[in-house]
């Protein structure tokens, strides 16, 4: 049985204040310009949607680089505030609450909006779209898709901060704003870094215009998510932590387990690689509230044998050592430059390669989801929404779990290794570390399809 979406209401929320101001955006926003981020929040209770378009029409009023436009202007790529509005519906849907966060993996009558970036012009795509769930049981979805150029996960949850305090009538955070990304950069970043772009060294055909593009999917994808408990992980660590000379984090045992779990899951073990963004405003210096993409990737080669153990130090040392090793900003300006920001975008990083085994796992675990109330009520649970028919394969997401315990994976992996996930022999493997006799989270209930 299909289920009913009625449409309640549709809006455009703007500031009622056009500036016009431009940002002028970076080599890493122009390399993002037709990605788009979607997210969910999930609310037990009813939340006003007349609150929420009141809060958003007054924190774009205090951050309006979500509510203009994107501009091609000559060789460079612009944020126009324009206070075009973001685009804000409504529905009601014939669906409880453990519907819909199983549709955070099985999209279908759409917890987000999409942005159709192959048809509709550049200069009139949203750069924020929002949407809002009202479920038969009385629960509520929040789905936020953002355009990657105007900012990261941190930029993007900075606006979600200052958006959940003006509906509940407290202070918003800061939000720095620079109308130089480029400039701002410069200031900033050392003077040296690795020598090694981000992106591959243009071949001659690639100088005369041909760029390196992203790689197609070669076979069928699965999503599948993946919970595992804070004891699980903590026993992780312990065990981990005698292959390394110093503390190992959450994220360093979790990245190793995955990628030694799922190697062992193949018939013939073959070398991987490890794709870990890292914020770099800590490691910079540069204000929290930072708009803009201050991410780069630690790229890992990982061998077809070994242990976990093993990996996690690596990961660990490489994390530790990455400003000297691993940042390459500067080089991927130098890089931009024969091939200029207008044609950057159809460039492929080198941690896009799935062909390779590249796995992706991007850590949102401290960005503070479930910190965030919207009339009066913090998120149940929070969870990216993905789609099996995404373009790459070996993509994670891990986010903090049910009501803030425990970790959620959400990953897009190729579908075979998506049901092998799914069986009795997977869910051993994949939680080997796990206690078998241990009660998951009350709210864990509402996603029997997690593994």
């Known amino acids: ?81 324009s206070d075009a509005g973001v685009p804000m519906t409504v529905l009601d849907v014939d669906a409880s609450l453990g519907d819909a966060i199983r549709e955070a993996t099985h999209p279908d009558w759409g917890l987000t909006d999409r942005v159709d970036v192959m048809s509709e012009p550049l200069e009139m795509r949203p750069l924020l779209t929002v949407r809002v769930c009202r479920l038969a049981d009385g629960a509520t979805t929040l789905g936020c898709t953002w355009n990657h150029s105007v900012g990261d996960m941190r930029s993007f949850m900075q606006f979600i901060r200052v958006w959940s305090a003006l509906v509940e009538g407290t202070t918003p955070p800061e939000v720095l704003t620079v109308d130089d990304r480029e400039g701002y950069l410069d200031r900033v970043l050392p003077q040296e870094d690795s020598g090694q772009p981000i992106c591959q060294p243009l071949s001659r055909d690639e100088s005369a215009g041909q760029v390196r593009r992203m790689p197609s999917m070669r076979e069928a994808n699965g999503t599948v998510q993946i919970y595992f408990g804070d004891d699980e992980v903590r026993r992780m660590r312990q065990l981990f932590g005698g292959e390394s000379s110093r503390p190992l984090s959450t994220n360093d045992v979790l990245c190793a387990h995955l990628v030694t779990a799922f190697r062992g899951m193949e018939a013939h073990p073959v070398p991987w690689n490890l794709s870990i963004p890292v914020d770099l405003r800590p490691r910079l210096g540069v204000p929290t509230g930072f708009l803009g993409n201050l991410v780069q990737s630690m790229f890992l080669p990982c061998p077809p044998t070994g ?80 789609s099996s028919r995404a373009p790459l394969s070996w993509l994670g997401f891990l986010n903090r779990g049910f009501g803030d315990t425990g970790f959620l994976l959400t990953a897009v992996v190729p579908a075979r290794l998506a049901e092998h996930l799914r069986s009795p022999e997977g869910r051993a493997a994949i939680h080997r570390f796990g206690d078998p006799a241990a009660e998951r989270p009350a709210r864990a209930v509402l996603a029997p399809d997690v593994i």
């Not at 990605?35 to 007349?50: I, L």
């Not at 990996?311 to 890089?335: E, K, N, V, Y």
């Not at 989801?369 to 649970?381: C, L, S, W």
């Open 1 to 81: 049985m299909s289920t009913r979406v009625r449409l309640r209401e549709a809006w455009t929320i703007t500031s009622g204040k056009a500036r016009d101001a431009v940002v002028q955006c970076g080599s890493t926003d122009t390399m993002y310009v037709e990605r788009y981020v979607a997210v969910a929040f999930f609310f037990e209770r009813t939340v006003n949607e007349e609150r929420l378009a009141d809060g958003l029409r007054r924190a774009l009023d205090l951050v309006p680089v979500f509510g203009g436009r994107l501009r091609a202007g000559g060789d460079a790529l612009e944020i126009v505030c």
């Open 307 to 386: 242990t976990a153990g093993v990996l996690a130090a690596h990961i660990r040392s490489g994390l530790d050592d990455f400003m000297q090793s691993h940042l390459c900003m500067r080089s991927d300006r130098a890089f931009v430059g024969p091939v200029g920001r207008s044609r950057f975008h159809r460039c492929a990083p080198v941690a896009f390669d799935p062909a390779h085994r590249t796995f992706i796992v991007t850590n949102w675990t401290r960005m503070g989801v479930y910190d965030v109330a919207f009339d009066g009520q913090y998120p149940a649970v929070f969870s990216p929404v993905v």
